[in-house]
Structures are given as structure tokens and as C-alpha cells.
């Protein structure tokens, strides 16, 4: 696993995972599979790269996002406020442990921050 602040998951939302599935897969040869390690939810699958992982999610607008692993959600939460970003989807743990949160920075481009189950 990558580093604390280092770029380490994706994920792309899509109303239509099969299709995002098929152009990833012929583009760069990935690889889409449900891993109850990551999610418990049927509507989201990981995306293995050959280098790295992400998730498709099964949502109602299409979106792609990258995710920084960090030591603390809350703590990176209030520091995207404090320099001018905005909580987005405010700190969540999933089925799994997996403690995260969406984010906007100052520009408005959508990112997320997570930590993995302790």
C-alpha cells in the first residue's frame, strides 16, 4: 500500500458499470471483480489495473475521483476547510472499516481522503 498522503485508490461512478467495465478493459486491459474485502456492496466492484486498485461504483451521475490514504479523516477534514476546501460528504465508515470522507478543493474538483480498517 502507498504511503500516508499518497495517491491510492480511484474510483469511477458510472450508471452503466458494464459499459465502463468493457472501455476500460479494451483501453488499458483492467480488470473488473466483486472483492468483499474492499465492499460488502454488490454495487461496487474493484477495479484491478495490474498496478493498482479502484472501485466501480453503480451511481445515478457519472464521476471519476482519486483517493489519498491518510492517518486521520477528521483531522484532513478540517484542514481542507481551514485552506479554503469543502466537505463534500462528510467522514463515513463503510461495511468494512474503511473511514472516508469526499472532498472539494478550492476550485472545486471533487477528491476523497479514506484510512484503512484498523
Partial sequence: MPGFNDVAWFEIGTP???????????VFG???AQDETASTDSAYRVIN???SRGGLATVAEDYAVFTVLVEDVDATCRRVEEAGGQVQRPPTVNPVGVKFAHLLDPAGNHFSVFTPPR
Fill in 49 to 51: 489495473t495490474g498496478g
Fill in 16 to 26: 452503466d458499470p458494464a459499459a465502463a467495465e468493457r472501455f476500460y478493459g479494451e
Fill in 30 to 32: 483492467w480488470t473488473v
